[in-house]
């Protein structure tokens, strides 16, 4: 198998900025949302229902009524990232690639986060979101993100998103602009797989 960097993230993080660059310096496609619609068009599903459980709140009724039909979402997205992994030369952002290919070896696992005043302040901007309203609105965005990936990785993997162990390079970008983050990432990348 081919190398593959997955990149997990806080929203606000830098995390798709950070795939995008190491995308420019590898010469490597970033893959993301993509694959839930790839994954449903494969198995006949509708993609909103595969995203759903990767961006929203699992609730006590997703807990007790929607199981069966997460774990074959799960499935579906599973299969697909197991197909990017085998073609490899990838990088694969978010839907809990890490995790699903935690048994593969020449994956190396990304974790990106940032002060949460920051990532705020980076989703408003982003969104073009001005005074205090819209600080507002991107804080209730960032905060129903943070608490939405926790649950998910939990609910469908049964971890705690911020283990550690999850990763083989956790980082606070913080202070940190895209190409430092970028070098950073190639640089260890390239000092682990050498």
Avoid: C
Wanted: aromatic share 8%.
């Amino acid at each position: 198998m081919k190398n593959v960097v997955t990149i997990s993230r806080q929203m606000g993080s830098g995390g798709r900025s950070a795939a995008d660059f190491l995308s420019d310096r590898l010469g490597w496609p970033v893959v993301g949302k993509e694959m839930v619609t790839e994954a449903a068009a494969k198995k006949g599903i509708d993609p909103g229902k595969i995203e759903r459980i990767f961006e929203h709140r699992i609730t006590l009724q997703d807990r007790l009524t929607v199981q069966q039909k997460s774990a074959k979402y799960l499935a579906a997205i599973k299969d697909t990232i197991q197909e990017y992994a085998e073609k490899g030369d990838v990088i694969l952002l978010g839907r809990g690639a890490h995790i699903i290919l935690s048994d593969h070896p020449n994956v190396f696992r990304v974790y990106l986060n940032a002060e949460l005043d920051v990532r705020i302040a980076r989703i408003a901007q982003k969104n073009n979101l001005k005074g205090k309203k819209g600080l507002e609105s991107a804080r209730q965005t960032v905060v129903e993100s943070d608490y939405a990936r926790a649950s998910y990785h939990n609910y469908l993997f049964g971890v705690d998103s911020f283990d550690p162990l999850l990763y083989d390079l956790g980082l606070n970008t913080t202070w940190m602009a895209v190409k430092q983050t970028g070098d950073a990432i190639l640089s260890v990348f390239e000092l682990v797989r050498g």
